[in-house]
């Protein structure tokens, strides 16, 4: 169905190349999954098989590409709607209509088709995509998940032959992430249809991939099934890890498989006590019946809750149910909240300047919101003179949390995870009471989250601070957490130890957890330390 | 939500008649008429959609260049004699440019033709902000011809995403407040700018690129799936625009 032959691509101006010479061949029906790095070119690559790269992007291109017998370099992204439906990492910014209904009929439109065939795929795709009940909704007001879905449905109603999708559950919760990826799943088994697809989430895809390719972002590519690449990559779900530090390497992928490798493991150790952390007694963020409303729909319903000095708090949820805004009323932002958060026995809504940034720290879900200098030099000097400390200090800091940024780069330029660092040392250098982060981990790979995860425990336990985080990543919150608020509507639903909270749901439990239950244990590392215990 | 009625070119269309006759009967009254009516429009009208709030964004930016404006017309130029208002600081010029002066005696006469002047600008402004407000700039891709594909792309990017950007400012105010920046003056304007612009940018990009994969522009003919009709009311208020023109 799709041919790479010989293909390498150049970006103008740019030192390495991004593929070099990759050969590959996708058969009809076949599922693939691209993974690399950030900033390794998974995007790249995905957008090579319609065409938008180079026609859309510029950059030099060798080699040919060819999908269903039309070679990319003929054939402009617009001539090949038909066959390819190509979904983008944030759908939003894609959207060319006000209603689902119009959004799905777009593209048949452009290419004329009658109208009485628009209106038997319109109806067939929102079946397909359980959209039925949105049909007339105005997609601006739709969850993540809805619109992820919106977004496939109209690649899915042109018939295509070939579905690329860049990072569709990046920005979804759990539950609404498994909901896509089934659907995907079932289009591949039932319409034969072939998918690409690049994803950060191994965990998440690694079960249903006929075969991977591995982008390792100096142009080499290594191609495989699942197992071979799992057996020689870096960038691996937990399972894998597991596997790895069990030397049982060969057992499989999916938790089933794992349960049944480790039953030994499980049932001759004995269920060990959960031992969770004692947080100190000085309370770091105080909220009292805090509620906010955006017109009729409330956000937060009279919240009252007290964290910790050394708590590293995850906050979880649905897409929509109030994560942010919690966040943003931590940081003192909402204006229209009522009731009252208080840190370290500041009211958070009166801070500015100084105070502010000694008190409370937040990394907005665009870390890039937060910076505005022409380069990463400029930015941390500017840091520096804030907060009147040593100029260098957050360079310093910056180059401990992602080593290998250059002072002249643009902020623009950076990668995610890079983005996220620079972020990050600016708003450290004042050393802030209180650390706040919404969705820190999208776009980032398993590397660049292993190093926050070091870097947020390491700031919590050194200056004993107290962290808040919302995030829709189990295996971060499994890493990090030290305990979970759970809110639905509005309303905390479940507070307590991350074992406890993750555990009690099997939609939430890490990967370790799930093969290990009713082991009470939710990292590759608490697996070792069980069984170092027990040979001791 | 409520549901559709006017025609997308409808409210465009009468704006444009009543710019042309703003233009045409050319006085400050009639122009704040003009304004306070379509404003009223506007506000019963809309929808609660992103382009919604363009209207408040036209509006802003007309009154910053009706004082931008006065402030230059009442400063530098030809004067006027008359009541004297008050008198600012002359500079010098040299010899050969008789007539024109910076500073000096600010008349009564002279500000209010700056004012006038400017009204009647920023009141066509203000007009076609309102239609922006009014219409779905998707809806109005959808009506025009296919052979517009560059102007439509283009329609579409700067409908579409510069209202997006009005939530992108406050949500980068928000952060920048956050770390603890003083927001006055004009350096605090540049680091919003910054960000603002990138965003636009690769949002645009997204955007095209989108619209591009999925055929825009590929055939010549455009069919439609849920046709837009042209009622009696659109008529009516073409009708009363056209009757304006032809009464100014």
Redesign the interface.
Known sequence: MIKFSNVSLVYPHAITTVIENLTLEIAEGELVLVIGPTGSGKSSLLRLVNGLVPHHTGGILAGEITVDGLSTREVKPGGLAHLIGIVGQNPINGFVADTVEEELAFAMEALNLPQEVMRKRVEEALDLMSLAALRSRNIATLSGGEQQRVAIASALVMHPKVLVLDEPTSALDPIAAEEVLSIIHRLVHDLSLTVIIAEHKLERVIGFVDRIVLINGDGSTVIGSAEEIMAISTIAPPIVHLARALGLSDAGLSVRDMRRATAELRESTPITDVTSVVPSSTPAIEIKKLSLAYGSKVALNSLTTTIFDNEIVAVMGRNGAGKSSLLRSIAGINDLQTGTVHIHGLVSKDLHSKVRRETVGYIPQEPSDLLYAQSVEKECEQADKDNQIDSGTTFGLLAQLVPGVSLHTHPRDLSEGQRLGLALSVVLSANPKVLILDEPTRGLDYEAKRSLTRILLEFAKTFNRAVVLATHDVELVAELATRVIFIADGDIVADGPTIDVLLSSPAFAPQVAKVMAPQPWLRVGDVIAAIEKKIL | ?KKYSQHPLTWWLWSFAIAISVARVNTPLFAIIAVGVVGLIVFSQRED??WGKSFNWTLKVALWILAIRTIIGVSIGVPIPGTTLFTLPRIPLPDWMPGIRIGGAVTLERLSSALSEGVTICAIIVIFGAAASLT?P??L??VLPIAMYEFGVAV?IAT?VLPQLVTSVA??R?????????LRGFASY???A??LL??SL??S???????????????R??????PISWRMSDTAIVLSGILIVGLS
């Open positions: 939500m959609a992103p779905s998707h809806r891709l959808r579409v579409s949500r980068i928000q952060a920048q407040r956050l770390r603890g920046q003083n540049r680091r919003v910054i960000p990138e965003e690769a949002r990009l997204d955007l095209a690129a989108a619209m591009d994969s999925r055929g825009y522009g590929v055939k003919t455009r069919t439609k799936y849920r």
